[in-house]
């Protein structure tokens, strides 16, 4: 009965305005015809037992009651908001019409009514529960929420898959730089209260701490803010509050005698655990690795509260090194695990991805909400992020590029200080150090002797390739130019001047030769080591474009360009303290509104005080627009993206012509998930500037934000075909070609084949 | 034996007690954390798993049941609180045909009253269980003991009042909806609390499995000891089942990627056998009702496996 009023509640919402059409509706037969099929194959089921003996009582559960209603439905009083409601309640078979009455009416507005089955009594119940229906299914269809098939899909499949593989492997999951998934807050949310809860049943075994640090990873690796909307769903520790009372309860009402045993720890599970069960005489084959695991994660809970109490001592500095520690401990703990299973899994995937380059381990701090998000750092490559430095500078030369000639007329004095700053700031980084040891380590072969797979081989190598890498940061070379080999402009009368006619005319790669022929003639030139800065900025290629800054510095401490160019390069490494410092320096020095700075320069910096100096130079002169500009440069540094993309909006005011301005906006935007528009201020930036190889290379990344990769590609080619030497090009080519599944083009980026690319990836 | 590929990771498989060849299997994407769920509807045929229907859902799916007193009623627990009742005769733009929602977290788990075959339960992260009938729009009692999650609640095969609920608390409760308050509480396990089922054969004799990776045997009336324990799987049991037909057979998955087959009258060789077929968390697991020794499992690696006991479900 219930059945037919149901079938036939929801048939009358697909055949609207048949008013009480009960039996000449067509559906009404086939409601007929179904409910008589059903009886019949329950007949089927008879015989099963328990369905059986659905009428004898057990003595412990008391005398079945017959079948007419639900009892213990009176006890649900919370439910029921008005009093009548209880009365409604005993019998809802027959509901009280009253309840639904406004409901009804309301609905009968906006939907027709059902058909109802005049031969069915209680039908009421039908048609109510179909005027449900019609509002709920509005509300909550299939078609209310997109399908999530877009590509960022697969990225975050495979993620979260290795986030779950993580628990077979005891090792910490890496937070990772993921593209842009396009995660609206509520998934987030989700996101967030289920790898909570979940993970605790997965990594159970390991303890809180490590459970913790999975999800932090993963949540890290998601931009998901911990503090995100409502409160988490925490983990069951020790006593709940409310268990003792109600076991009492039940006790009582039982009387039994029984001995509650309150949850545990989780935190020290496992040795229990172990104890408890190498007992028993029937323990399964298996166990003996079972416990290896079990040790293996409680190495692993130490090593990350150590590696997160040693992070969090060195401050933000050890960033890199504690995601290339957890790279060790990752390689060591993987290398001990021989189950063929987990060989096969996908997480080995995802692990020589990230041997390839194509998943870049970032930053695994565990950081508080507000330092979370490295979107500024994230923008550019962990291994390089003087990129903004660089970049500033080639801003810096346009605004003032019309008197750069002048200063140089105007020699520059010998250089007082050294680069001692940038050496004693760099040991404090000991990288070397970590470096040096970590190669100790591997040496001494905490990957044990049976590496035998292959994937196990490919990652080593790419740890190595790493700490060379970092090595080659750590040591002197990392500021130290690399000059091309054969330069034909060596020996040309006036390098410089051919130089700046290069740059000017866009031919970037020539402009870099010509003015590596200048200071190998004049290493003492700032200008010629600052527009090689700038030139190397503006092809992408931030490694030698710091080299050329340092070098600038070096030739002249107190030049304007260069102290902001420090003091963004900073930023990029988000040492606030160092780039305040610059950035307030260049103030000081500035002709204009040094006067602005205290005399005796307090060493303690507040970074609202620095950029309170800076809001009263721009009251001073509000058409400044170099002014407007560094603002936004502080406003990235304290992550106040609205504010710093205002004030570069501000400063394209007052040169809309600057093409390095148009890019610092559309980084800004990138930064704040405001991708598409990114694309704009790009595209004007290369409106200006069409060999602007930084904004073609950046409006790939643009486009790889919003899940377009293989647009993304194009522009990625475009940009290495300007620039070969761009290294951050080809490495996010390379995960924008893995994530659009071209992996049969990973070659040709191995081989630095660009025509094959273009060919596939024309423009 | 077939195998089904699913779009999205499979998080349960429940066989038609009706149609004997009919299986129901909810997915979700990304592994239920976040995205779309499916609800899928397949017939085993004489060309293996061939999809009946499929229903999509704004949220992942991670529980389904079937009516007991209708062959084409079935609902499905969602991860936004809402259960969704699809009817297999409307017409597709007709489903769901009711979406209740009242549970303030994910619903974990649906069961269907298999004696009075109009109510059914469903368990939620929200702490509660709640009853329904598909007469009334609202749930007609809210059941708010557990501490914590109550990742599933069973009808008593047998006694069409009383039900059993498993909880990350640690604990099971027994609940007869004639009280005002649970019966029993019966302190499981050290470690969250998954799943449970009755035996068939037996009205008081309960299977609990836990994140602690044993699977427990317990007589209700005796809550302080339970009768009898498995060890096998080497991560949490995520499903435990009893035969239909066989008072002592049980079938079990877990994240340790393996179904296991036991015998609990055997406590020194419990274990009857060990299945390796999934490649990733095994999520679900059915024994049909209407055929001896038809089992079926779903799992993470986006399959479903349908196999007679004693073969190899991979096996063609």
Known sequence: MAFRDLVMGGAGCAVPGQDGAS????????????????????????????????????????????????????????????????????????????????????????????????????????????????????????????????????????????????????????AVRLPELGLSQADKRRIRDRSHIMGRHIFADKGDTFVDSQVNGLLHSLDIDESLGAQTRGPLAGQIPEFEQLWKEGFAQSNMQVVPRPPMSLGTQWANEFHSQVGPS?????????????????????????????????????????????????????????????????????????????????????????????????????????????????????????????????????????????????????????????????????????????????????????????????????????????????????????????????????????????????????????????????????????????????????????????????????????????????????????????????????????????????????????????????????????????????????????????????????????????????????????????????????????????????????????????????????????????????????????????????? | MPVFRTAFNGYSVKFSPFLENRLAVPTSQNFGMVGNGRQYILDLTPNGLVQVAAFDTPDSLYDCSWSEENENILVSASGDGSIKVWDLSAPPMANPVSNRQEHAHEVASVDWNMVRKDSFLSSSWDDTIRLWTLDSPHSLRTFAEHSYCVYNACWNPRHADIFASASGDCTLRIWDVRQPRSTYVIPGHEMEILTCDWNKYNEFMLASGSVDKSIKIWDVRSPRQELTRMLGHTYAVRRVKFSPHKESLMVSCSYDMTVCLWDFRQPEDALLARLNHHTEFAVGVDMSVLVEGLLASTSWDESVYVWQMGMDPRAA
């Open chain 1, 23 to 174: 039996s000449s509706n067509p559906l009404g037969g086939l409601a007929d015809s179904i409910i008589g099929s059903a009886s019949k194959t329950q007949e089927r089921i008879r015989e099963m037992p328990g369905l059986a003996g659905a009428s004898q009582a057990g003595p412990q559960f008391g005398r079945n009651g017959p079948l007419t209603s639900l009892p213990g439905s009176e006890f649900n009083q919370a439910q029921w908001h008005d009093g009548q409601v209880p009365e409604y309640m005993r019998g809802f078979q027959s509901a009280d019409p009253r309840e639904f009455t406004d409901a009804w009416n309301q609905s009968v507005e906006r939907w027709p009514p059902p058909p109802q089955l005049s031969t069915v009594p209680g039908n009421q119940e039908g048609a109510l529960f179909s005027e449900f229906d019609s509002i709920y299914g509005q509300q909550a269809g299939p078609s209310g929420a997109p399908l999530l098939d877009a590509p960022p899909q697969r990225v975050l499949n495979n993620f979260l898959h290795s986030f779950f593989d993580s628990s077979r492997t005891n090792a910490p999951f890496p």
């Open chain 1, 282 to 763: 029937g323990a399964p084959q298996g166990w003996a690795d079972e416990f290896d695991n079990l040790q293996t994660g409680n190495n692993w809970a130490n090593q990350m509260q150590e590696q997160q109490s040693l992070s969090h001592l060195r401050n933000g500095q050890m960033g890199n090194m504690a995601g290339m520690e957890q790279t060790r401990s990752l390689v060591q703990t993987l290398s001990q695990n021989q189950d063929p299973k987990f060989q096969s899994s996908k997480f080995l995937q995802f692990v020589s991805k990230m041997s390839r380059g194509e998943l870049i381990v970032e930053d695994n701090q565990v950081k508080s909400a507000t330092t979370n998000a490295d979107a500024w750092a994230n923008e550019f490559q962990q291994q390089h992020p003087e990129s903004w430095a660089a970049e500033f500078t080639a801003g810096e030369h346009q605004f003032r590029g019309d008197t750069w000639a002048n200063e140089f007329a105007r020699g520059k004095p010998e250089p007082v200080t050294t680069n001692d700053a940038w050496v004693d700031e760099f040991s404090k980084l000991g990288v070397k150090d970590w470096a040096d040891e970590f190669g100790d380590q591997m040496a001494r072969g905490a990957l044990g002797d049976d590496v035998s797979s292959e994937w196990v081989d490919s990652y080593d190598q790419f740890v190595e390739e790493s700490v060379r890498g970092e090595q080659m940061k750590a040591g002197s070379s990392r500021f130290v130019y690399q000059f091309a080999d054969n330069n034909p402009y060596v020996g040309h009368p006036n390098p410089l001047k051919e130089g700046q006619e290069l740059f000017r005319r866009g031919l970037l790669s020539e402009a870099v030769l010509a003015l590596e022929a200048e200071v190998l003639k004049n290493p003492d030139n700032a200008e010629g080591w600052r527009l090689l800065g700038i030139t190397h900025a503006e092809n992408d290629d931030d490694r030698q474009a710091i080299a050329s800054m340092v070098k600038a510095r070096d030739a002249d401490p107190s030049n304007l360009e260069v102290l902001l160019a420090l003091g963004v390069s900073h930023t990029n490494e988000l040492e606030q303290d160092e780039a305040l410092r610059y950035l307030r320096g260049w103030l000081q020095h500035h002709p204009k509104y040094g006067a602005l700075v205290p005399g005796n320069v307090s060493e303690q910096l507040i970074p609202s005080e620095v950029e309170g100096l800076f809001l009263e130079a721009a009251q001073m002169s509000p058409e400044d627009s170099d002014i407007h500009t560094v603002l936004g440069v502080i406003y990235n540094l304290s992550r106040n993206y609205v504010k710093a993309i205002s004030s570069f909006e501000r400063a394209l005011q007052l040169k809309p012509r600057d093409y390095s301005l148009w890019n610092k906006l559309g980084a800004t935007q990138a930064n704040s998930s405001r991708s598409a528009e990114a694309i704009y201020a790009y595209q004007e930036a290369l409106d200006l500037k069409p060999n602007y190889v930084r904004a073609w290379s950046n409006m790939g990344i643009g486009y790889a934000n919003q899940g377009l990769y293989e647009e993304s590609i194009r522009y990625y080619v475009r940009a290495l075909e300007m620039n070969p030497k761009a290294d951050n090009a080809w490495q996010y080519l390379r995960i924008s070609l893995s994530i659009a599944s071209r992996n049969d083009l990973l070659d040709a980026v191995e081989r630095k084949d660009l025509s094959a690319l273009a060919k596939e990836f024309p423009l």
